[in-house]
């Protein structure tokens, strides 16, 4: 028996029978004949996607960075290897990652397996988009190079496959090039829900438009203040938009000062007026700052990675993240009446996200054409409570899950929301990957 | 250009957490052990992460004999080497076969002891050069747990307090490192405690910054210079039937 293990908000927490530390292929193969199990990254997912009362392969050892290409981008490097080493090795030659989640600190297999998005679904998809070609363990115990050419079916599944359809090894990913580390930024205030989809969609109808668009959220606002939010537009700088000074140095960037949560909020810390206070003080001062304005790639993107252990905000019982998308014809009803639910029931976050996701095309992956919203809520009875009545009202609009974020849906609330995912079951079961690969997630979800 | 440093023991996790200590700073590396082109993943992960030259170099710490040809045939000089070759045994079995317990015994001790003897003679024939020992505190005091191993490093610690003695007039820097647990394939599946075991990333910085500052010894993590400190203080008659 391991130590408890959990994922980034610390429930549940979950002791492996096994966890083991593969430095290569055929360690990998040899823990897969011992029984099945779940590749763990970075611990970046927020629920129990990572976890398992079997067997758990942490693969950070698979961590070298193997081949880059300047002409075309293409990045090819082991599974453990975190998009912040990307980062650090490829932005001082111009290049950046297509897409990218709120942290820095995930890895390339996990950003893969539950595939991830950005602030850009609308215009570059998700991340498995960008991704060229896949080496996964198979369930057979063979190394098996995936494309969209060749293997394709296990390709598009292991995109968004939560770890279910194989150990992913190795990785080629296309990066973006960029001028700059920096973002021109825009910030919008709005002062309601109708403002604050009206510069999403504006945005969304201009092919030139921003690359990013994400809103914060205050979810703690009462009657007009309900769905106040601030709107931050986004797009890599260009040469020429920087002073001359930093023109000289692009890609270097401010170093920023690290904060760290050394222990346990008390649970008492977080309360709705607690909160309420700091979404006021939030939105205040970021309404002061609006209009554009130069951003360092690193502030911008991940701005929580700059407190070390940020999740310890919610005390030792941890949190649970919620995110669902809507369709867009029912986004406007539908996040109202998350909202309302929300304010009524005084069990605020943060942080709560509103993002406006594209079209999609993959196997089973999260997004769909809408708006996602995502917040948090420290593990309490009456936040689980409120859970279920979100998952209820998501449902009811059409809208589906984000299984990197989920640690407490039913698998009847997923299943209804998503009929993709029982196609996923069904060829784990008739494909044999069943009996290799299971999460503690997988296993609550039926998938 | 910065000064190549020359990494004896290029597999190791602590050899490559101070290889990749030093090529963020923009140091060539010069990755040497026994298969090294079964290195390359490593050395290709190296050069793109730092944007560094790694070149790597065949070398066998229980080949005495090739010591020589390998030092003059480094190219270009290293200004820094790190011995980071060891192997921790086990034990129990190498009490009962005393072939295993050589081959623990040759290679922390022998080996490292002959490689940098000829290291030290070109650096101090050149006048300059870093020369790094990744020793243990289990050389501090021969233990009944793991004296073997302890007994090799103990030589290993000598040598290298020797080494820098002689050479500290010749323009010659040496730095002992003495680390506690680190967690690395060599300790893997030892329950190690989380406070006084260090990632080889720590290790990585501590040397970088022990170097620059022409240190002499570090304790990595420091809290092992007290624990050692305690530990050498405890009379042998009392010592001799701790279990430790």
């Known amino acids: ?447 | 250009m910065k000064d190549p440093v020359l990494i004896l023991g290029g597999r190791s996790d602590i050899g490559l957490a101070i290889a990749h200590a030093f090529a963020a700073e923009g140091h060539p590396i010069q990755l040497a052990a026994r298969n090294a082109q079964g290195l390359e993943v490593q050395g290709k992960d190296l050069s793109l992460r730092h944007r560094v030259e790694v070149s790597l170099h065949e070398f066998d710490a229980l080949a005495p004999d090739s010591h020589e040809a390998f030092v003059t045939g480094l190219e270009p000089r290293p200004g820094v080497v790190v011995c980071a070759v060891g192997l921790l045994g086990d034990q129990q079995e190498d009490e009962r076969d005393m072939a295993a317990a050589i081959r623990v015994m040759r290679t922390n001790f022998e080996g490292p002891a002959s490689v940098l003897g000829h290291l030290a003679n070109r650096f101090a024939a050149e006048g300059e050069g870093v020369i790094v020992g990744i020793s243990s505190v289990a050389g501090d005091r021969g233990r009944g747990s793991n004296y073997i191993y302890g007994s090799a490093k103990a030589g290993f610690t000598a040598y290298l307090a020797g080494l820098r003695n002689r050479l500290a007039g010749d323009g010659v820097h040496v730095l002992t490192v003495k680390p506690g647990f680190v967690a690395t394939a060599m300790t893997e599946g030892l329950d190690l405690p989380a406070p006084l075991t260090a990632q080889p990333e720590e290790l990585g910085a501590a040397v970088l910054r022990a170097v620059a500052k022409r240190r002499n010894v570090i304790y990595t993590r420091p809290v092992w210079r007290l624990i050692m400190g305690v530990i050498r203080a405890i009379p042998e008659p009392v010592f001799k039937k701790l279990s430790i």
């Open chain 1, 1 to 447: 028996m391991s130590r408890p293990l959990s994922g980034w908000g610390r429930y549940p927490k979950i002791a492996p029978e096994t966890l083991a530390r593969p430095r290569s292929d055929a360690a990998v193969a040899e823990a897969m004949a011992k029984g099945p199990l779940i590749a763990r990254g970075n611990g970046r997912s927020y629920g129990d996607s990572a976890l398992s009362e079997g067997q758990v392969l942490d693969m950070t050892a698979f961590r070298h960075i193997l081949s880059f290409d300047p002409q075309t981008g293409l990045v090819e490097a082991e599974a453990g290897v975190l998009l912040g080493d990307l980062i650090a090795a490829f932005l001082p030659l111009g290049f950046f990652p297509f897409v990218t989640p709120g942290t820095k600190l995930v890895t390339l297999g996990g950003a893969i397996a539950a595939d991830v998005h950005g602030k850009n679904h609308l215009r570059d998809g998700s991340f498995g988009h960008h991704v060229a070609w896949i080496e996964i363990m198979t369930a057979e115990g063979e190394v098996l190079r995936c494309t969209r050419a060749s293997n394709s079916g296990l390709f598009q599944q292991t995109i968004g496959g939560m770890g279910l359809t194989g150990v992913i090894l190795r990785a080629g990913l296309t990066l973006r090039p960029v001028e700059t580390g920096w973002i021109a930024q825009d910030m919008r205030p709005a002062r309601d829900l109708a403002e604050a989809m009206a510069i999403f969609e504006e945005a969304a109808a201009d092919a030139d438009g921003p690359t990013y668009s994400v809103a914060w959220f205050d979810c703690l606002g009462q009657g007009a203040a309900l769905g106040r939010s601030l709107v931050m537009l986004g797009d890599h700088a260009r040469l020429e938009q920087l002073t001359p000074r930093r023109r000289a140095r692009p890609f270097v960037t401010p170093e920023k000062r690290r904060l760290n949560v050394p222990l346990d909020a008390p649970g008492f810390a977080l309360n709705r007026y607690t909160l309420r206070a700091f979404n006021g003080l939030y939105y205040r001062a970021g309404a002061r700052k609006a209009g554009p304005s130069l951003v360092d790639w690193d502030s911008y993107f991940y701005p929580l990675d700059a407190i070390a252990n940020w999740n310890r905000i919610y005390g030792r019982r941890g949190f649970a993240q919620f995110q669902c998308v809507l369709p867009l014809a029912e986004a406007r009803p539908g996040l109202e009446e998350l909202l309302a639910a929300i304010s009524e029931a005084g069990q605020g976050s943060f942080l709560a996200v509103l993002k406006r996701l594209g079209p999609d095309t993959t196997a089973h992956s999260f997004p769909m054409e809408g708006y996602t919203l995502a917040l948090d809520f420290p593990v309490t009875p009456a936040a689980l409570a409120l859970l279920d009545r979100l998952d209820k009202i998501t449902l009811d609009h059409g809208g589906r899950f984000y299984l990197a974020k989920d640690s407490r849906l039913t698998a009847q609330t997923l299943h209804a929301a998503d009929p993709r995912l029982a196609t996923l079951a069904e060829t784990r079961r008739s494909e044999g990957w069943d009996a290799r690969f299971a999460s503690a997630q997988s296993r609550r979800l039926q998938l």
